[in-house]
């Protein structure tokens, strides 16, 4: 944890429970979301730590169901927000906003900093903002929810933010309603809908999945401006590496509601150290890669929340389960270990064993 | 917005003459192909040949079918004279006819049933809209809850037990047992509002049940539906108490389709009430069908049914062009 202060990292070392408040503006300390079903307890996410400074993007990357956005919804508190009936999510662990712990916190206390200090944007941006109230309707109530202004107050601040998301006519546009709006302008349009406020931190939940990919890199860039221009803290959300390449200066890849990887994020894309993150390159398409080899999928799908396998939960994925002694990675779980500086990962395979594999078998592929 | 209320407008305008011709269609010509005679339907078995022929040339009944239906559409903005030779009937507009009993204006039986009708129709809806939606929306908010569960069994009863059931028994207990409300006999626009406010009470609240429970399940499955959305949760993330989020967001879009089941089942109510009419006795356009029906009296049948498609018609109108201030999408298709 020394040298966060200085070079401004992201991610930090696990810490224990019940520490003292820390100094990272975002700390995240074991969390733990549970949906009790039916069929059993769905562990989504399962003991995640993570630290994250104002002004730097943290990617979060993983498959459907690794736990990505259940993250996401747990820090935003909207997993305890409107909840209705009797199934409710169950959250333990720690989670530190400018030196607020948010899951003890009362929750209108929560709901008085959504919005406002952090805010996220959604895929879809579509199905993000109501159909039946304009884009200036929907960024005006964000803005009066915070602030007591008057409509026209308000309305100037939400011509203001269309304008600096680039919006053209921001005048006009902003009584258009979503449907009049192209896909990359509604995503434009939740973006600046996130920002009226000046949060302290973004989250941005697969914000390109849905645009097409003229539009993904010119939100992407917009993105990265606006956090410049704000100085905010972003975790960017995705399944795509070619995102967080763009946007991350820190990396945390996600398995089965766990974090198997994470560092800088030149360390985690140039020297990984965790067969997922492996699969996760290798099924990457590269403009820059020769197109002799296809891609290479990670075989087999992704684990059962509820019943994840004993010892690694990637074992039944991994080609090398089977390298470690004593068939330990099918009993017992990994931990991070540190890899490299600031850089840590959690397989059973020694450092010697995976630095030969990824520099043998897999980087010559890629 | 013009736009679409000039397209909207002309639909309705279509399709009361598509209803106007298939009422036509229906009793007068139907009963001609069955080898009926409307000219001796109206005037009675006993009459005359001559007075059969009388009565068939100031109906215009020997005209071509075509002529009798212009002068049946007409009549209707315009009024009529029933002419034959010497004698002329004139039927003021609008005119939809005249009863084969009364031998009255038609319009004259429809003015009348028209007010309580409407009294009825406008108070159960009232009711049943402010009850069946509140319900729904708790019901949704508290979901599997007990008072889910009673709250939806409740309306199951509500939507299974017929009117005359709830009727009578609502009478059987409140006017004859209590004797807490008096039910006029006979309800005109010369009683007093106190009179048809006791009388109507009754009716108001049972046919109010029967909808307030299919209301109540149908909101609570839409907003279920509709708290699922994405745009719920953005809106829970842009830091709103959740009471906005459910009222301004969630219920404005679970509007959308009560209006439209509303819309139909105000018209359908406008059209007559038949079973409520008929168990409480309200002399209202559901009862005068009823007693036209038994008494074979043709063109009362048809003036109500006319009436009852028309108040569809315009209720759906009525729908559209909310459905358009609800929701900005409408506008443009």
Redesign the interface.
């Known amino acids: 944890m020394t040298d966060i202060g200085k070079s401004g990292a992201a991610v930090g070392e696990p810490v224990a429970q019940g520490s003292p408040a820390p100094t990272a503006f975002l700390e995240v300390r074991d969390l733990k979301v549970h949906f009790p079903t039916d069929d059993g307890l769905v562990k989504s996410v399962d003991g995640l730590s993570f630290q994250l400074e104002k002004g730097k993007t943290l990617g979060i990357v993983g498959e459907s169901g690794s736990g990505k956005s259940v993250t996401s ?1 747990g820090i ?1 508190g ?1 997993h305890t ?2 909840q ?3 199934r409710k999510a169950q959250l333990s662990g720690e989670i530190w906003l400018d030196g607020q712990e948010l899951l003890s916190a009362d929750p209108d206390e929560v ?6 200090e952090m ?2 944007i ?1 895929q ?1 941006p579509l ?6 109230y ?1 884009i200036g309707q929907q960024i005006v ?2 803005y009066r ?2 602030h007591d202004v008057d409509k026209k107050t308000a309305r100037r601040r939400a011509v203001e933010m269309l304008d600096r998301v680039g919006i053209p006519q921001p005048d006009k546009r902003v009584d258009s ?1 979503p ?1 009049e709006f192209s896909g990359g302008m509604r995503q434009r349009a ?1 973006i600046a ?1 996130a920002l009226v406020n000046n949060p302290e931190l973004l989250i941005a939940d697969e914000p390109t999945t849905a645009l097409d990919v003229t539009v993904q890199a010119q939100i992407l860039d917009l993105i990265r401006d606006l956090q410049k221009e704000f100085g905010s803290a972003v975790i960017i959300i995705t399944h795509d590496l070619g995102v967080v390449a763009e946007l991350a200066d820190d990396i945390l890849v996600m398995y089965g509601g766990r974090c198997v990887e994470r560092g800088p994020a030149e360390s985690v894309f140039y020297e990984p150290r965790h067969p997922y993150t492996w699969g996760l390159l290798g099924s990457m398409p590269r403009l820059d890669r020769e197109q002799t080899d296809r891609l290479i999928p990670v075989k087999g799908s992704p684990p059962s929340l509820i019943n994840i396998p004993s010892g690694c939960a990637f074992n039944p994925r991994c080609p090398y389960a089977d390298l470690p002694k004593d068939n330990v990675t099918r009993t017992v779980r990994p931990e991070l270990a540190e890899v490299g500086s600031r850089h840590w990962a959690a397989c059973h395979m020694t450092q010697e064993q995976r630095e030969r594999i990824w520099t043998e078998e897999i980087a010559p592929k890629l | 917005m013009l736009a679409y209320l000039i397209r909207r407008l002309i639909a309705v305008v279509i399709m009361v003459l598509v209803v106007l011709l298939a009422t036509f269609t229906v009793f007068f010509m139907l009963p001609k192909w069955a080898g009926q005679d409307i000219a001796v339907l109206f005037a009675g078995k006993a009459s005359g040949a001559e007075q059969v022929e009388g009565i068939r040339t100031k109906l215009g009944l020997d005209q071509p079918l075509l002529v009798q239906f212009w002068d049946f559409v007409r009549a209707i903005p315009m009024g009529r004279d029933y002419a034959n030779g010497t004698d002329v009937t004139h039927c003021p507009a609008p005119c939809f006819g005249y009863s084969f009993r009364t031998e009255e204006p038609v319009w004259t039986t429809l003015k009348d049933a028209l007010p309580v009708t409407g009294a009825l129709a406008a108070g159960a809806c009232v009711l049943w809209l402010a009850a069946g939606v509140a319900t729904g929306v708790l019901s ?6 007990l008072w889910d569960r009673a709250a939806m069994i409740a309306a199951l009863g509500g939507v299974s037990l017929p009117i005359f059931f709830t009727g009578m028994v609502a009478m059987g207990i409140f006017v004859h047992s209590l004797g807490w409300v008096h039910i006029e006999d006979n309800l005109s626009t010369d009683d007093s509002i106190g009179v048809w406010f006791q009388t109507l009470l009754l009716p108001w609240i049972v046919l109010a049940l029967l909808n307030a429970a299919m209301y109540a399940r149908l909101t609570r499955a839409t907003m279920l539906e509709v ?1 699922g ?14 009471r906005v ?1 459910i009222t301004r ?1 969630a219920l ?2 679970a509007m959308t389709p009560i209006l439209t089941v509303f819309g139909l089942d105000l018209g359908v109510l406008l059209g007559g009430a038949v079973l409520t009419e008929s168990t409480f006795n309200l002399p209202g356009l559901g009862l005068a069908a009823v007693q036209a029906i038994s008494s074979k009296d043709l063109p009362v049948i048809l003036g109500v049914t006319l009436f009852a498609a028309l108040a569809i018609a315009v209720a759906n109108l009525v729908v559209d062009l909310l459905y358009a201030v ?4 409408v506008r443009l298709a």
């Open positions: 919804l935003m909207l927000a409107g209705y009936g009797k709901r008085k900093l959504r919005g406002r805010s996220m959604f879809d199905s993000a903002l109501h159909p039946y304009s109530e964000a929810v915070h309603y449907h939740m809908m | 949704a908010l508290k979901r599997g809850s708290l959305e994405d745009y719920i949760r953005t809106a829970r993330a842009k830091g709103l108490g959740e989020v967001h404005r879009s609800i929701d900005p999408r």
